[in-house]
């Protein structure tokens, strides 16, 4: 028995989730999330809110990254990104965003850190389809009876 508990591998919380080998500039879809840090609930502020929809826009598009979808959540954020073919890799992508996002809410009267300091991602597979994903993302707030006008979303036309 204790030869079979010896073949099995326990991961720590430092364990990186990142798969080896794999290129994370590569152009693909990626679903990602990000939390706001501790149990906090930044987003339920409307200024901060509209701040973050509007960063993640400039930054996507000074990156050349395509944005298919995002939704700006009370406690947390999803994207629908892949960054284009310039070499840039997700995790620079996801860190200017976390980062003027930061800085930009620091002049809303927000104090300290905003995010988490790891985020969550996962490629978008071909059988899952890139519009399901996007479509996920969008009715998030939705699944969650937030109102049904809840303007921090967005899913681009062609994924409808």
């Known amino acids: 028995m204790a ?3 010896a073949s099995y591998k326990t ?3 430092n364990r990186s989730v990142r798969l080896d080998g794999f290129n994370y500039g590569e152009h ?5 999330t990000v939390c706001a840090v501790g149990n906090t609930r930044p987003f339920e502020d409307a200024r901060l809110a509209e701040m973050v929809c509007e960063t993640i826009r400039r930054v996507c598009d000074d990156c050349g990254a395509y944005l298919g979808a995002f939704c700006v959540m009370p406690d947390h954020l999803h994207l629908l990104l892949s960054p284009d073919r310039r ?3 997700l995790g620079d992508i996801v860190g200017r965003i976390k980062g003027a996002t930061t800085r930009a809410s620091w002049a809303l009267g ?3 850190k905003l995010w988490q300091g790891r985020f969550y991602d996962h490629i978008v597979r ?4 890139i519009a399901s994903v996007g479509r996920y993302i969008y009715e998030n707030p939705d699944r969650k009876e937030l109102p049904g006008d809840y303007p921090y979303r967005f899913v681009d036309r062609d994924l409808e």
């Open 110 to 112: 927000w104090q300290g």
């Open 3 to 5: 030869d079979d508990r």
């Open 87 to 89: 070499g840039m890799i």
């Open 28 to 32: 693909a879809p990626y679903h990602v």
């Open 126 to 129: 071909r059988s899952e389809g």
């Open 11 to 13: 991961w720590g919380h």
